[in-house]
Structure formats: C-alpha cells, structure tokens
C-alpha cells in the first residue's frame, strides 16, 4: 500500500454514522466500510438499521452492525455508545448524520408566517440538540482518548438563503415543497457548532468538520431537479457517494490537518 493510499486506510477505525438508514447514512457508512472500518449504523428505526447493516457487511465483506438510538434522548445514546464500544472498540469516527422532517410534512412545509413552535422544536430537537448530545457524548470519549475525527451534516442553506424561484411547481413526494427556516436555523447552527468544538477539542486530538451537501435526489418531482440544477454550475443534482466521498476524506488521515472546516459538495452552487 502506497504512502498516500495508506492515509484512506480506516482498518483501525471504529466508526458511527447516525441517521445511517438514510439515503446519506447508507452511502457515508458503506465508504467507511468498504476502506477498512468497523461501522455501527445508528438509526431511531431498528430495523431499518439492521436490515442496512446487514446489506453493507455482506456487499463489503465487512463487520458492520445495526443499533438503535434516539439522539434526542442522553440515555439512548449512553446504551448505544455501550453496546457499540462493547461490539466493535473504542469510537474513532463519529459521523453526526441524523435529522428529521418532523411527524408532519404539512407542518414541516408550512409559511414563515404560519409556522408552528411544536414542529420548530420538533425538528431542531433531532437536527441541532441531537447533535449536540451525540457529540458530547462521544466526543468526549474522543478527546480522553487523545483521537477522532466528527463529522456533522450541515447544508448549503445553513450557509446561504434558499432561492424561492426553485419551488415554484416543485414537490416532494406529490406535496408543494419549500426550504423551511428551521431546517436553515438547524443547519447553520451545525455549522457554529462545529467551528466551537473544532477548537474546544483541538488540544486533544480530536478534529470537528461539516460536510455541505447539495440537493440529493430523494423524492423531488422532475421540476424541483430541473429547476435546482440550472442553480448548480456543474448542472445537476449530486449523487450519495459524491458527498461520500468527501466524507471519507474528512474521516480519514488524508485530512489531519484539517478542523473547523466546512466542506461543500455542491456542484459550485455555493460559488455563485
């Protein structure tokens, strides 16, 4: 193995990737699997996450498991922590991954003006307080142990403003759709926080980056792609394993000296 080639080498790794079940945390966790790492798919839906699991080891020849975790709950992340330490060792990549369209698609669409506190909290509690548990947890075990590298999902809209144009006719999954602010308030606060803990956890060993996905296909109608992508410099949508890839790069020692970071794999929308 080449000196270069040996830094994406992630044999003696241990990682985490929550919400893993998803289109993302399916792709994210199958990259780290299949560059070595010993994976734990963390999902609220056990079976989903078993089921991913299993398909993931079996397509890699690798040892993943399937765990269950309410990121919103310390004491559901306190047991899945254990049982995947107690499976697999000590966690050294932690990809904070999971979010949630609230229990209510209309709610979770609806105006500015019409927005409800119950599903603003709803959703915050999953994309930002969720990550913050998560984080704390076990990136405190991190920096103890002196290593680790997090990754938190953010968004090209917790960094820039949604361009309304692209909703007009547009739809997920047969509903009116738009970028709703506190999916915009959620995301940018991953990205505060990720610049807090790249430095608080900087002296010992433990490295925070953001990765910022563009739009990934996952529902929308053809408009929706149509519109989007003529946004997007390179002219399309991104595919999972794109913004994969760059996950792989920020887990990986190929990107040790790299923290507090907000990684773009957005096709250039964010360059306009």
Same mark, same amino acid.
């Given at each position: ?13 241990? $990682?985490?990737?929550?919400? /893993? ?7 994210? =966790? ?49 047991? =899945? ?15 904070? +991954? =999971? ?6 698609? $209309? =709610? %979770? ?14 959703? %915050? ?10 984080? #704390?947890?076990?990136?405190?075990? %991190?920096?103890? #142990? ?13 960094? %820039?403003?949604?361009?309304? #144009? ?8 047969? #509903?009116?759709? +738009? ?12 990205? /505060? ?46 595919? $999972? ?20 970071? +907000? ?7 964010? $360059?306009?």
């Amino acid at each position: 193995m080449g000196r270069y080639t040996r830094l994406y080498d992630l044999r003696e790794h241990v $990682a985490v990737v929550t919400g /893993g079940a998803g289109i993302l945390g399916t792709e994210t =966790a199958s990259a780290l699997a299949d560059h070595g790492a010993r994976v734990a798919v963390v999902d609220v839906d056990v079976e989903r996450a078993t089921a991913t699991a299993s398909a993931i080891a079996s397509e890699f020849d690798a040892t993943v498991i399937g765990v269950a975790c309410d990121v919103t709950d310390p004491a559901s992340i306190a047991a =899945a922590t254990e049982t995947i330490e107690g499976e697999l060792g000590p966690i050294s990549i932690l990809h904070n +991954n =999971a979010a949630t369209k609230g229990s209510d698609l $209309a =709610a %979770m669409f609806a105006p500015v003006e019409e927005y409800s506190l119950d599903t603003w909290r709803e959703i %915050m509690a999953v994309n930002l307080d969720g990550l913050f548990l998560v984080s #704390r947890h076990i990136g405190g075990l %991190m920096a103890d #142990r002196k290593r680790g590298s997090i990754i938190h999902t953010s968004s090209i809209y917790g960094s %820039m403003g949604p361009d309304q #144009r692209i909703y007009e006719g547009s739809e997920y999954l047969g #509903r009116a759709i +738009n970028t709703p602010p506190v999916y915009s308030a959620s995301k940018g606060g991953v990205i /505060g926080l990720t610049l807090y803990l790249a430095t608080y956890w900087a002296q010992a060993g433990v490295r925070v980056n953001a990765l910022t996905p563009g739009g990934i296909a996952s529902g929308q109608n053809e408009e929706f792609a149509r519109r989007y992508s003529a946004r997007v410099p390179l002219g399309r949508m991104a595919e $999972a394993r794109e913004v994969a890839a760059g996950l792989l790069f920020l887990a990986s020692d190929a990107s040790s000296y790299i923290t507090g970071q +907000n990684l773009h794999v957005d096709g250039g929308l964010s $360059a306009w």
